[in-house]
C-alpha cells in the first residue's frame, strides 16, 4: 500500500459514515478482524468508512475514546484514492469527535518512516511528543503524535478548505 512520492491527484466526492458489519471483510484486509467487528458494533471504540458517490470503499479511521483524548489506532486509504484528502477527512472526523466530546487532545503512533502519514498528521498540527525506539516488528522506531484539541475548527484555524468534499 505505499504511496510515498506520490503527487497529489485530483479531488473526488466522497463522504464518511460509521462503519457496518458489511464493512468488516474490506477493512479486515487491513486491520485486525477481531479488533473491526467488535469496534463496529460501538463502545468506546468508532470506525469510520470513507466511501465515493457509487458506495466503493476508499478508507477507514479506528478511533477510541479514552478519558481526555481519543486515539487514533489505525488510518488506511486505498492505493488508488490516496493523494485526494480522504486521509485528512478521516482523521479530521476523529479530532471533530475529541471536539465535541470535550476531550483534550488527539493521539496517535506512526512509523519513523511512513513519510505519507507523518507529513498529513503535521500538515493538520500533530506535533511528535514522543518516540518509542524499536516499536514496530523489523525496529522501526513509533513516534508518538499529538495534537490539542480547541474549539476552534482545523479548517478555520490552519486557513484550509473542508476537505470532504460532496455527500458528508
Ligand atoms: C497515510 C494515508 C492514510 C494518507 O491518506 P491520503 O488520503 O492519501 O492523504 P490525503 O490525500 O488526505 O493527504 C493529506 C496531506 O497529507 C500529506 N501527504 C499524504 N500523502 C503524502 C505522500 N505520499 N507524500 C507526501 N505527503 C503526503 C500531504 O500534505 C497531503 O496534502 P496535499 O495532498 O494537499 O499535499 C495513506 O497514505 C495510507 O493509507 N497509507 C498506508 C497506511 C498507513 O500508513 N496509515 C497510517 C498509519 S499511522
Redesign the pocket.
Known sequence: ?S????S?APAIPFGIRPARAQDVDWIAASWARVDIEGAVRGGRRSVWLAEDGAGGRL?FLVAEDCVDRVEIH????AGL?????????LVRRAVERARASRRERVD????QH????R??YV?EGFIAVARRPRYYRGGEDALLMSLRVTSASPATARGHAP?ARGRE
Open positions: 500500500m504511496n510515498a512520492g506520490a497529489a478508507g489505525a488510518v488506511a486509504v484514492a490516496r493523494r485526494r484528502g480522504v486521509g485528512r477527512a496517535l503512533e506512526v512509523g511512513n513519510r505519507a502519514a507529513a498529513l500538515d476537505a
